[in-house]
Structures are given as C-alpha cells and as structure tokens.
C-alpha cells in the first residue's frame, strides 16, 4: 500500500504481464481492461509491467527465460500470463522453459482450478446446471511427474525403455494438503454436497487431467482460468487453454478464461470485493448476451466480450 501522487492513500499492486504466445496478448488485453475497470469502481492503483516472453523472443533470441527476468519477476506480488506455446517451437521448450520454471523457481506449490458453471447451456451434462457443478481442484504444482526425474536403460537398442518417475515429498505433499484444508474450511461454511466433492486435492499430472474435465463441464477453455500460488511469494495467474495458435489475430478467441483468472488475481491480493464483483460480471455476460463459450461463436468478438463485462463491473 502507499500513497499515490494526489497523496490520497489507494491500494497500489504492481503486476507483471506475460501476454506470451498465440491468442495469449489477445486475452490478456481483455482482462486488463476488466481489471482496470473494477480498479476504478473500488478505487485501487494496478501498476503493469509488460515482459516480452514467449516464441518470438526464443526464436529470436534462442533464450526462453533469461536468469535476470526470473529474478526481475520476484519483486511482483502477482504476475499474470496469457498463453505459452507456438507452432514453430518444438512441443515442451517453452512449456518447460517458461511456464514450469516459473511454477517452480517462484515454487507456486498450488495450482487452483475452480470448476464453477455460470449457466447450464454451457455444460454437456444432462439436467446439471450451477447449483451442481461448482467445485476447486487444488492441484499439487512443483512436483509429481513433472520433476523431470527418470531415464533410459538400453538405450539405442530394440529393448530401450523409458522411466519416468514421480516424485511427491513429504514437504511437498504435506504443504499442499494443508492449503487445500484450510480452503476447504473457508469456502463452504454450510457444508452442503455439491455433487459430492466441495474440493479436489491432488497431485501434479492427474490435477491436470482432472481439470481439463472439469474444463468441459464448466463450458470449455474458453471460460477455465487458474492460479499458480505462492502463499508467501509470487503468485502466477493465467486462463487454462494454451495459446491456440490457429485462431490468433481473429478477434475470435473468448477471453472470459482470462478475465476470471484476473479476478482470481485481485482476490487473491485481498482485493474480495473487486474480485466479486469480476465473477458478477461475468456470471452476467454468460448468462444474458454470449451465444456460445467457444472461438468464433460467442456472437460477438473477442474485444466485444471484454467491453461487455468491463461494462457490467
Ligand atoms: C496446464 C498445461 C501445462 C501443464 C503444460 C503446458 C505443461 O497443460 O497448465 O495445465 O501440464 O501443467
Ligand atoms: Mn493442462
């Protein structure tokens, strides 16, 4: 916190922006527009830093994330990231490069995912609507499968195999079980059963797969956000979906998943109310004026989606 040049005193947050690759400025740019319509309503200052990180600076560079940018990246209370990937870079290097050594080297122990359905048009399940779907997946994020740990033995021969080991401390398990406790405690005083499971607590890869299912009950990518927490660090937001390469520049993509991992963003710097009020408009745009959650179908574009819940904050 500290006081702003009119010496009124306004919550201030400096933010690191990684737009990334693909459709991933695109969104980004949506969610900033959000954000920066719930900082005026609730009067607070978001200071952002755009990092040119991603595809185009590796091939440009042959550098995917430079020691100094990780290190520029800790002084943030939150970094937020639009898409990692592109079609001309070797599936895993930037993945690897960028997106899991920010998970790892800012140890973002917790990936959480809600799942919440804003409108039962949206869901593939029969007679399912939000009072049903709505449940968070608190997925392990530093260890499990993505280590890296294994090998080969024969290697080069008929008989090569592959060994790919997951690893899940003590510390690590223990660390990302009593967050997912104390979440579960705070998000649902009445303990009703929605659909049985409230919160998910899981390791690192089946959190994935896990999620990527709730995705599709949830309405799809196009709605799916997360965030990469560091309870005591650099917390790391971003929407769910890659950078999907062939519809970028279109205009068509929805930028709702990343406008709900700004919102998980401000919630997560206190903000609650602004955050609220995120979801709120949101919840509103699914419900009253989107055709659809997918690219290209929504009825309306990409900015259009943006202004529509910047309006509704
Ligand atoms: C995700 C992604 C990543 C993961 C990939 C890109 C490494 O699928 O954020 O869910 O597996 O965690
Ligand atoms: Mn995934």
Known sequence: MRADQNNEFMKSFDIAVIGGDGTGPEVTREAIKVLEAAAKKFSLKLNFTPYDLGGERYLRTKEALPDSVVEDLRQFRAIFLGAIGHPDVKPGILEKGILLRLRFELEQYINLRPVRLYDERFCPLKDKGPGEIDFVVVRENNEGLYTGSGGFVFKGTPHEIAVQESINTRRGVERC?????????????????????????????????????????????????????????????????????????????????AICAGGMMLDHLGETEAAKAIENAVIKVTREKVKSLAAGKMGYSTSQVGDLVAAAV
Request: charged share 20%; hydrophobic share 40%.
């Open 177 to 257: 079980l009593r967050y997912a406790f104390e979440f579960a405690r705070k998000r649902n005083q009445e303990k009703k059963n929605p659909e049985w499971f409230d919160v998910i607590v899981t390791d690192n890869m089946f959190g994935d797969i896990i999620t990527d299912l709730g995705a599709m009950i949830q309405g799809g990518m196009g709605i799916a956000a997360g965030g990469n927490i560091n309870p005591a660090g650099t917390s790391m937001f971003e929407p769910i979906g890659g950078s999907a390469p062939k519809y970028t520049g279109q205009g068509v993509i929805n930028p709702l998943a």
